[in-house]
């Protein structure tokens, strides 16, 4: 119902007024990249590339624009083939955190080669269950059994579809 | 006879009087479509149902009367065209006077009501009776959501039929309607409602005394606070509702009074959602205000915006609404101008945000100031030097530290600096042409100077700045007059060897001549200035590089390399098509005894050691210079007649031929081809084009010039292909012919992509060549079925030449013409994915990319095949292959799910290969194509 003049929310969302933030630009093409003999190794721009598209459970924002992901949180090793991300929930008590950091970790598990190792979790101190997510998100067993679950694997296929 | 069809009418009435019990007593439903299905086959009358429900309707207890009268209601909803006019009159006065009845009958009532809104025969007058009946008898806001509905569909009904006589109601009418819909609160309703008030306003009912009250009964939504309930099935979205209701808020100025305090309030609020809401209605609101409603509460508009101070761009954004609302006003009333009293204030607040670090501000500020500038007699002079001095900063900005400096184009604060400075150096060239051009020509010095010691990429990519900032603000002839012998200037300064100039360098400058040429097409005067101005300086420094001399200065060299030339002919090319054929025809008169003749007369400095002879001496430098002739010859009006047009056509088939510098014998070829194009049919160029054949064909017999002679082929074919000449079957097919020889075969091929694309230096649209827009389509129906056969009549070693060939006929082609010949075609398309050679292999995979998206039913026969080949070519050694398989497997998406899910688990697999490939630029392809194979018959995708 409207209500004439007056403020009715729906509750629905647990924050309602995210702060948005501008999204970078297009990684500009170099020579370097162009030129067939050159190897390109894999930097943390380009695993931010990777992740800051991933579309928000519950805002039609990505999570480049939420600020969730940040290209300074992103330590990566193409010799060592190591990967850490670190994420940062809109809100301290946010229960889509693990289903965020699920998103993160299965976009990588399909992008990145299998050599990586990699780990994914929130930055210390943004989130009032830190360790609980990042345990979950870090026991392989689990998260191959949440893309079991038809419901999961629905949300974050959402997650990562691209934005039409 | 009578009697029996009396008879025949009373048996089935027997029938409807059960039907109606069954309905009315027995609580059934089904009856009431049957009744009306009976109604409507013609077995009864509305008349007989009237009379069989005869005692229900008039029964003592209301649920009876209620069901009697819901019956005929439904059978009115579906058979009122079949109603006369009496009926109608009957069925009227009936349903108004049960308006009066029990609060269970009503929704039956108005459903009725409905049903004879709705009527054809509905005498004038009725229409009227009905409104006010119910604008008297029902409190409408106490209904059900449902009948509150039926209530504005009756409204909206008579609107749309006796639109005349509701107005005769005058504002009775309006004042009804206020009365209806005050208090509503279901937004399926309010959509209507919104819907009808926006009619009212538009179609001018009259309003009377009501403006406030109907302005109050709708703005009280203001702003929608709304959130669809979640699975809601009606699909109303907050949108909708906003939109909905700005359309009724910003209809008419007569609600200015209201409207602006209540937005200037909500300027104010606390929730952004409220503040853009309002601002946007603003803006709505510019299209139908005048300065009269605005003019009184602007003041207090702007002190509400000035008070914002967190949402610095939704300030600005604001302002820039204003300001195109008052470049409205400004044609309306020219001795009033509201906005001067605020001007220093929107000015200081411009300049602020043209200095704040935030690129978003940076930008609606540059907005801002070009909308502020296009305000007549609003700035100052003082205003204005501060605007220029700002831009002139603004034109230097730096890119954001991760992208590279010397790609010029991606700071967009920068372009959009450069593009105000173009807007507003139109509208005052001489606060630019004193402030900004000789600051920038002084920039441009001292660079030369500081360039004897060395060149040091941030002072090149300074200069380049320079440059653009200058072809930038020449968007008025006077200020072309400054920034073109600057830019001359700079040339010259370069070619005496002041600087050390590379050759980017010198194509930076050239880029410029060719932007400021382009901004002097519009006007005749300018772009005969440019040309006379910069055509005998550029041709006479490439003259001067021409010259044999023992130092050559550095810039010298520079000047004759391909890629300056190609620079310096598209500065000449768009320096002439725009000039009118007298002024060409002087131009003309010179420039070819310049290159037949050695004519040097109108050349600036022409002390020159020995004569130019492009054509008889044996100097390359001289020669390379047809290029510049080609720029100019081949972008002059068509009617513009050519001097020794024999002489020079007879030059350039020979130097086409001549085997010492194949730069220059294609110039020659391409100028030949471009002057062949524009000739008329007849024997002049019939002479030319025998020319062209016989030399040709004793060139390609084996030889030195071989390769030459097949470039002018080429070049006249497509000459001649572009205007649907009948010699060009001809030449095509001795072309095709080529595509065996062995020598010959791999440049034929490549020789199709070049007949098929878009020459951006002669043979252009714009250098009014004659290019028929269907020439590909012709090219390809006339002859694809020729390359097929000879395809399969190649011996294997030339047959790659064929596919190569094809493909870049079918590359360049409308997907439309290409679609109904795929089935035909894609097998051979298919092997020539397997062909070794890497350029057939990319062509057919850019063919077959957008295939996959347009045709995926034709393309799904090939599966198996497709996605073999393609992971295959994921491996090639070219990364430009391996991207475009990538690529395709992405595409290869489109197809039906079903036909894809068997190969899903072999794709994931073997795109895992390609995420770890060295090159950054294929990994990207291969995430994006895995990606999407995982989400194939995925839940969620």
Same mark, same amino acid.
């Not at chain 2, 020219?334 to 906005?339: A, I, Q, T």
């Given at each position: 119902m409207v209500g004439g003049g007056g403020g009715v929310g729906s509750g629905l969302l647990e924050n309602a007024n995210p702060l948005i933030y501008e999204r970078s630009g297009e990684r500009p093409v170099t020579a370097g990249e162009e030129d067939e003999q050159v190897p390109d190794s894999i930097d943390a721009r380009e695993i931010f590339d990777l992740i800051r598209s991933i579309n928000d459970p519950e805002h039609p924002l990505t999570l480049e624009e939420l600020n969730v992901v940040e290209q300074v949180r992103v330590q990566v090793s193409d010799p060592e083939s190591t990967v850490a991300v670190a994420f940062t929930p809109t809100i301290p008590h946010c229960s889509m955190a693990t289903l965020i950091g699920l998103s993160i970790k299965v976009k990588l598990l399909r992008s990145l080669p299998q050599r990586f190792k990699m780990d994914v979790h929130i930055t210390p101190g943004t989130h009032a269950s830190e360790h609980a997510v990042n345990k979950q998100l870090a026991d392989k067993e689990r998260v191959a059994a949440a893309l079991e679950n038809t419901h999961l694997l629905e949300v974050v296929n959402q997650c990562l579809s691209a934005r039409s | 006879m009578a009697a029996a069809a009396a008879l025949e009418a009373v048996a089935p009435t027997g029938a409807l009087w059960g039907l109606v019990h069954d309905f009315v007593m027995? +609580? +059934? @439903?089904g009856p009431a479509d049957q009744v009306a299905a009976d109604v409507k086959s013609g077995s009864y009358t509305v008349l007989q149902v009237v009379e069989a429900l005869g005692s229900s309707l008039e029964s003592p207890e209301p649920r009876t009367r209620a069901r009697g009268i819901q019956l005929l209601s439904q059978v009115l909803l579906q058979c009122q065209s079949l109603l006369l006019e009496k009926e109608v009159v009957h069925l009227i006065l009936f349903y108004e006077n049960r308006l009066k009845d029990h609060h269970l009958v009503i929704p039956s009532v108005l459903q009725g009501l409905r049903a004879l809104s709705l009527c054809v025969a509905l005498p004038p007058g009725l229409a009227v009776s009905v409104l006010k009946a119910i604008f008297q008898e029902v409190h409408v806001q106490s209904l059900p959501q449902m009948d509150r509905h039926t209530v504005y569909s009756i409204i909206t009904n008579f609107m749309q039929t006796r639109e005349e006589e509701l107005k005769g109601l005058g504002a009775d009418f309006t004042f009804g309607f206020i009365q209806v819909m005050d208090g509503e609160k279901d937004p399926r309703n309010l959509l209507v409602a919104f819907r009808i008030v926006h009619d009212l306003i538009s179609r001018d009912y009259s309003l009377g005394p009501f403006v406030e009250e109907l302005f109050e009964v709708t703005s009280c939504y203001f702003p929608i606070d709304f959130t669809p309930p979640p699975n809601d099935p009606h699909g109303i979205q907050r949108e909708d509702l906003i939109l909905s209701l700005r359309a009724v808020l910003a209809s008419t100025p007569r609600f200015a009074e209201f409207l602006l305090p209540l937005l200037i309030e909500k300027v104010d609020s606390e929730i952004l959602s409220a503040k853009l809401d309002s601002l946007q209605t603003l803006n709505a609101c510019c299209a139908v205000y005048g300065q009269k409603e605005l003019k009184d509460f602007l003041p207090s508009l702007w002190a509400s915006i000035r008070r914002e101070s967190n949402q610095r761009r939704t300030i600005l954004e604001m302002i820039l609404g204003f300001l195109k609302l008052h470049q409205k006003w400004s044609y309306e009333d020219?001795? @009033?101008?509201?906005?001067n009293g605020f001007k220093d204030q929107l000015c200081s607040l411009v300049f602020m945000a043209l200095t704040d670090p935030s690129t978003q501000l940076q930008l609606v500020g540059i907005r801002t100031l070009a909308v502020l500038g296009a305000q007549p007699d609003l700035l100052s002079s003082g205003d204005l030097e501060l605007a220029v001095g700002h831009l002139y900063r603004l034109s230097f900005l730096e890119e954001d530290s991760q992208s590279c400096c010397c790609s010029s184009a991606l700071c967009p604060g920068r372009v959009a600096a450069l593009e105000a400075s173009g807007a507003l150096a139109a509208l005052y060239p001489v606060a630019f042409s004193s402030h900004l051009v000789p600051k920038l020509a002084e920039e441009l010095c001292r660079g030369e100077l500081d360039l004897t010691r060395g060149d040091e990429p941030t002072k090149c990519s300074r200069r380049l700045r320079c440059l653009q900032a200058l072809s930038a603000a020449s968007t008025h002839p006077s200020i072309v007059k400054e920034t073109l012998p600057v830019l001359l200037q700079h040339l010259c300064q370069m070619n005496k060897g002041n600087m050390v100039a590379g050759t980017s360098e010198v194509i930076a400058v050239c880029q410029s001549l060719q932007q400021v040429a382009e901004k002097c097409q519009r006007d005749p005067e300018s772009c005969w200035y440019f040309h006379q101005t910069a055509l005998p300086c550029l041709l006479a420094l490439a003259v001067q590089a021409s010259m044999p001399e023992k130092e050559h200065s550095v810039l010298r060299k520079v000047l004759l390399e391909d890629e300056v030339l190609a620079a310096m002919v598209s500065v000449i090319g768009t320096a002439t098509t725009h000039l009118s054929p007298d002024l060409a025809a002087q131009s003309v008169a010179r420039i070819v005894p310049l290159f037949l003749d050695g004519n040097i007369s109108f050349l600036p400095e022409n002390s020159f050691p020995c004569r130019f002879q492009p054509? +008889?001496?044996?100097s390359s430098g001289q020669r390379r210079l047809v290029a510049l002739l080609m720029g100019f010859v081949c972008s002059l009006p068509r009617n513009v007649e050519i001097p020794q047009l024999n002489q020079l056509m007879r030059e350039l088939v020979e130097l086409s031929c001549c085997p010492s510098c194949p730069s220059s014998s294609t110039a020659a070829a391409k100028c030949f081809a471009g002057l062949l194009n524009k000739l008329p049919a007849g024997q002049q160029l019939d002479e030319f084009l025998q020319l062209a054949v016989d030399r040709v064909e004793a060139g390609l017999s084996p030889g030195p010039c071989r390769s030459q002679a097949f470039t002018l082929l080429l070049w006249v074919t497509k000459a001649l292909v572009l205007r649907y000449h009948p010699l060009s079957s001809c030449l095509t097919d001795r072309l095709m012919g080529l595509l065996s020889d062995p020598e010959l075969g791999p440049a034929a091929a490549d020789g199709f992509s070049l007949l098929m694309s878009d020459c951006t230096d002669v043979l252009t649209r714009a250098g009014h060549a004659e290019v028929r827009i269907m020439f590909r389509q012709r090219f390809f129906t006339d002859n694809v079925p020729a390359l097929v056969q000879g395809f399969h009549a190649a011996s294997r070693d030339v047959k790659p030449n064929y596919l190569k060939g094809l493909s870049h006929v079918l590359n360049r082609l409308p997907q439309p013409v290409l679609l109904p010949e795929l089935p035909t075609l894609l097998s051979l398309l298919l092997e020539a994915l397997s062909c070794s050679d890497c350029v057939v292999q990319l062509s057919t995979l850019s063919c077959l990319q957008p295939l996959l998206l347009e045709a995926p039913q034709v393309m799904s026969l090939h599966v198996d095949t497709l996605v073999t080949k393609f992971l295959n070519l994921s491996s090639s050694p070219s990364m430009a292959v391996r991207i475009a398989a990538l690529q395709c497997m992405h595409a290869l998406t489109r197809l039906p799910t079903p036909v894809l899910l068997p190969y899903k688990p072999q794709v994931i697999r073997a795109l895992a290969k390609p995420l770890d490939d060295k090159k950054r630029l294929v990994r990207k392809e291969a995430v994006s194509a895995r990606g999407e194979w995982f989400l194939l018959g995925s839940p969620g995708s």
């Open positions: - | 027995g +609580q +059934q @439903e020219k001795d @009033e101008r509201p906005l054509f +008889q001496d044996g």
